[in-house]
């Protein structure tokens, strides 16, 4: 029997209208664009909106800010002031509460040498010395080859917060702002806000690794030109054709978590990952949980320990074993969870979410591999591992920028010091940039190259001090030459021992050798109408001479009353006559203060003109004359070696003086003049001419003098309260090897450790530590001695002898 098989009504589908067709593109465009797959780089980056206050808006409600800090040398604090600086950074980290996610961001991004190369070398000048300049360069070429000066460091922490509008984050977002910088400068950290342009300029940085394109933007093109700030720091291009690595631009890259596995680590782990010399991104995402939710995770796990616990030993009691044999493992993490959960209730301990990335990177496939290699070097050395993210590069890139939100869901949960044990100091660097920075020898820890412009510290003054042959005279010799080459600079030299003539004259310089033979004069009565900062110069010049008149009579008290109204009167007088008509032939000399205090009717005046009787018309006559050498020649030299031990005291003093009237004069062009003062010690010991020395470290810097003290002698800087002022208005100190008393000394007043000490004990020459504002560097300068500059530098007797006798012959 057949069956017929049922026919079925099949309906021919009627053509789609125009406005069905555009109904259904709409569904397929709409799909495309929620298939969050970017079709371009400005997509891939996840931020939607920065304002220019450096507040920035992602997905849609959460809010983020960005500070800048600079380091700390962690690395050279004693273990008890490592310590400290530990649980300030626990209490840190405390200060973030559940409703803030926050990370820290290790940007180091290498430079191109022959641009890092032109930072550091002295542009040529229309003058006769080059050759010394293309010398110097050269040196500072060598000695940055010997460090890591070519990968620019900055560290960053970012925090965020969800809210409904920027309205309502702004107030919470600068109150936590206001927060997080006075936590940092209680930890000795100085900190910064960044604004939006900054904010982008360092994802500009990040983005554009393998490059030297220069981050060109301003808010108003935005909308003059229609674009958005993301067009103006995203790279090139970005591929991710491999479940690997990724390409950035030119550049080949590699994200990796840090796998937490170590039950203990140490606080040089973080400093080792730092350390690579090679471009790289390192982020540390944090975000703590609610305290109470924490310890009642904790009481859950231990209650699921304790439930595998009790199973163990049931399965043991039926196998006929010993209940109390349970796995090693349980009973680890028994102990773990009970000790966790004991500091999580009775310490100051919270719970971090934590995720560490890495991003490596390469100019070739290789070099990226190279690079990976050593960063798993470096975690495995501290018993952790480092995973590649398969699959997750391009969330691993948006992860590692300063945005403070977190793609990828790999978390290590870990206790406020397990997390603060991942400290994000360890040792600082200097190097400044412009024509004026100098350099002053290399870091001792890293080996990088140490430049600074000690007219941006707030007090300019300096110190150098050392023990005999720790290479006093050397080092500021050296910045003698380096400011000659560098800068328009004027330099006056004070040399009581006559070594500084041979480098003053190679450069052109006046040696001024003042002595009771010598054909060269300073009259110490020239005055300039510039020479106070007030309109009386000749109440000022009167300070000086009274000083002067104070020191010829000798007497331990000082001066009378009496006398010093008659020598004030006097020299009114006589700068009266002289202002009158001030022609330089007419300058007074001390023979006309002699005659105007003969002409006074008091026997006091008489007693002060007797004194100065041997200065005028006696044996020391030699400060009778007008100045007749070049004085206002930009490197100037004032030998007093040969000055009698009676006269070297006054020549100081008159040289101060000197001094003092050519920075008054260098103050009206705006020019800057350095004063060495070489065996400082011998000026201290008088009371006029260390008064005078006060005077100089108090009032040069708004005057642009830049005074430096040469001395070996440092319990002479602390013989009065007047004249230890001068060690705390001095900004810069560079202190090589220091005997044993004066070590306890310095340590007693500037705050030494007992392991910043060990930089200035036993030292070798060219060794020691830099203070340079709130910097302590150890550094080490050795000059090499086959360069022509370092003959005119060495202050060895020998080899002093050796080039005078390779030059005569």
């Known amino acids: 029997m057949f069956r017929k098989k049922k026919k079925r009504n099949l309906k021919v589908p009627a053509r789609l209208s125009s406005d069905e067709k555009k109904k259904i593109k709409k569904v397929i465009d709409a799909a495309k664009k929620s298939d969050k797959v970017p079709h371009s780089v400005q997509e891939s980056v996840t931020f939607e909106r920065m304002f220019p206050s450096g507040i920035c808006r992602e997905e849609g409600d959460f809010y983020s800010k960005t500070i800048q800090f600079q380091d700390i040398n962690y690395k050279l604090a004693e273990d008890e002031d490592k310590k400290i600086m530990f649980e300030q950074w626990c209490s840190f980290l405390n200060f973030f509460d559940s409703t803030v996610e926050f990370s820290l961001t290790f940007i180091e991004v290498s430079t191109d040498s022959t641009c890092f ?24 070429k060598t000695q940055f080859e010997k460090g890591n000066n070519g990968l620019t460091k900055t560290k960053y922490l970012t925090f965020g917060i969800h809210a409904a509008s920027i309205r309502e984050a702004k107030p919470r977002l600068n109150h936590i702002e206001t927060d997080v910088l006075n936590n940092f400068k209680h930890i000795g950290v100085a900190a910064v806000s960044l604004n939006g342009w900054e904010r982008l300029k360092v994802m500009h940085d990040i983005f554009h690794m393998g490059d030297e394109e220069k981050f060109m933007f301003d808010w108003k093109w935005c ?62 995402h944090m975000q703590s949980i609610d305290q109470n939710t924490a310890i009642k995770d904790v009481k859950h796990k231990i209650t699921e320990l304790d439930r595998n616990k009790i199973e163990e030993q049931k399965k043991a009691v039926r196998s006929g074993y010993d209940m109390d044999i349970i796995p090693s493992d349980l009973a680890t993490y028994g102990r773990d969870a009970k000790e966790l959960l004991r500091e999580l209730q009775t310490q100051n301990e919270r719970m971090f979410m ?72 360890t040792t600082q660097e200097l190097f400044q940039e412009g024509t004026d920075s100098l350099y002053y020898g290399l870091n001792k820890l890293t080996s990088n190259i140490i430049m600074a412009d000690r007219k941006k510290l707030l007090n300019p003054n300096g110190l150098i001090l050392g023990t005999p042959g720790a290479g006093k005279s050397f080092a500021a010799k050296r910045e003698m030459a380096n400011v000659m080459l560098a800068t328009d600079d004027d330099i006056i030299v004070c040399d009581p021992e006559g070594e500084y003539a041979p480098l003053v004259q190679s450069f052109n310089g006046q040696v001024i050798k003042i002595s009771a033979n010598s054909p060269h004069y300073i009259n110490p009565m020239d005055i300039n109408q510039n020479y106070s900062e007030d309109d009386n110069p000749i109440a000022l010049k009167a ?96 030998d007093i070696k040969e000055l009698g031990k009676q006269l070297k005291k006054v020549g100081m003093l008159i040289v101060q003086d000197a001094v003092w009237g050519r920075v008054t004069a260098n103050r009206q062009t705006g020019k800057s003049t350095r004063y060495y003062m070489d065996e400082f010690h011998l000026l201290l010991r008088d009371p006029q001419t260390a008064s005078y020395s006060v005077e100089i470290y108090k009032r040069f810097r708004k005057w642009g003098g830049i005074p430096t003290a040469i001395t070996q002698n440092v319990k002479d800087l602390l013989s009065s309260p007047e004249i230890e002022n001068i060690l705390e208005n001095s900004d810069f100190i560079y202190m090589l090897n220091q005997a044993r008393g004066d070590r306890d000394i310095l340590a007693r007043k500037i705050g030494i450790s007992e392991y910043q000490l060990k930089f200035v004990t036993q030292s070798g020459e060219g060794e020691g530590l830099l203070f340079f504002g709130n910097l302590i560097l150890p550094f080490a300068d050795h000059f090499p001695k086959n360069l022509e500059l370092y003959k005119l530098l060495t202050t060895k007797p020998g080899e002093i002898a050796k080039y005078k006798e390779e030059k005569g012959a």
Request: glycine share 6%; net charge negative; charged share 25%.
């Open 543 to 638: 300070e000086f001479i009274l000083a002067l008149c104070e020191l010829v009579m000798g007497g331990r008290g000082g001066l009378l009353p009496v006398e010093v109204t008659v020598i004030d009167r006097c020299v009114h007088k006589i700068y009266n006559r002289y202002f009158e008509d001030p022609d330089p032939e007419k300058m007074p000399v001390l023979e006309d203060l002699y005659n105007e205090l003969l002409k006074q009717s008091e026997p006091e005046a008489k007693t002060v003109a007797t004194a100065l009787e041997i200065y005028v018309k006696g044996s020391l006559n030699v400060f009778n004359h007008r100045t007749n050498v070049d004085i206002n020649n930009r490197f100037v030299c004032y």
């Open 354 to 425: 934590i995720t560490f990335l890495i991003m490596n990177t390469g100019k070739t496939e290789r070099e990226l591999e190279t690079n990976v290699f050593q960063a798993k070097s470096i975690a495995q050395k501290h018993n952790c591992s480092l995973v590649r993210l398969d699959y997750q590069q391009e969330m691993g890139l948006m992860s590692s920028l300063p945005l403070a939100r977190n793609h990828i869901k790999i978390q290590r949960g870990m206790t406020t010091s397990s997390s603060a044990i991942m400290i994000p100091f």
């Open 117 to 140: 190369e032109k930072r550091i070398r002295i542009p040529l000048r229309q003058d006769l010395f080059n050759g010394t300049r293309d010398q110097y360069s050269g040196f500072l």
């Open 223 to 284: 909308t003059d030109r229609g674009l958005g700030p993301k067009d103006f720091i995203v790279p090139s291009s970005l591929a991710f054709p491999k479940k690997k690595s990724f390409e950035m631009g030119d550049m080949f890259c590699a994200m990796s978590f840090l796998q937490i596995t170590a039950s203990e680590i140490n606080d040089e782990m973080l400093a080792d990952f730092l350390s690579m010399d090679s471009s790289q991104v390192l982020s540390i």
